[in-house]
């Protein structure tokens, strides 16, 4: 059992950079695939990265996004690089201990808002 709690949101120009991180609390951290998944008015939650069986990304954030991990911080992180308005949107950090990470991870976070402007 563990709780995980997403900082780092906020209001960025389109171009800019903010790093997300993601603290857990509960043992063996280590033990657990983590990743980060966002949310879109009147969508779904979809897919943004993990670290599973490697590091993966979506297409659109190849590049520009990097997901990491401090296990002797039990955080995630997540740098995003030359955002862009259409990855505005609320980001959640999951993790479970099954790989891979999917839509069905065990462990959400309460989410952190992204906003990036024109």
């Known amino acids: 059992q563990i709780q995980l709690v997403e900082s780092g949101g906020g209001l960025v120009q389109a171009g800019g950079s903010l790093r997300l991180s993601c603290v857990a609390s509960g043992r063996d951290f280590s033990s657990y695939s983590v990743g980060w998944f966002r949310q879109r008015p009147s969508e779904g939650r979809k897919f943004v990265a993990a670290?599973?069986?490697?590091?993966r990304y979506f297409d659109s954030v190849k590049g520009r996004f990097t997901i990491s991990r401090d296990n002797s911080k039990n955080t995630v992180y997540l740098q995003m690089n030359n955002l862009k308005p259409e990855d505005t949107a609320v980001y959640y950090c999951?993790?479970?201990?099954?790989?891979?990470?999917?839509?069905?991870?065990?462990?959400w976070g309460q989410g952190t808002q992204v906003t990036v402007s024109s």
């Open positions: 999951v993790a479970d201990v099954t790989k891979p990470i999917t839509i069905s991870a065990a462990y």
């Open positions: 670290i599973d069986f490697f590091p």
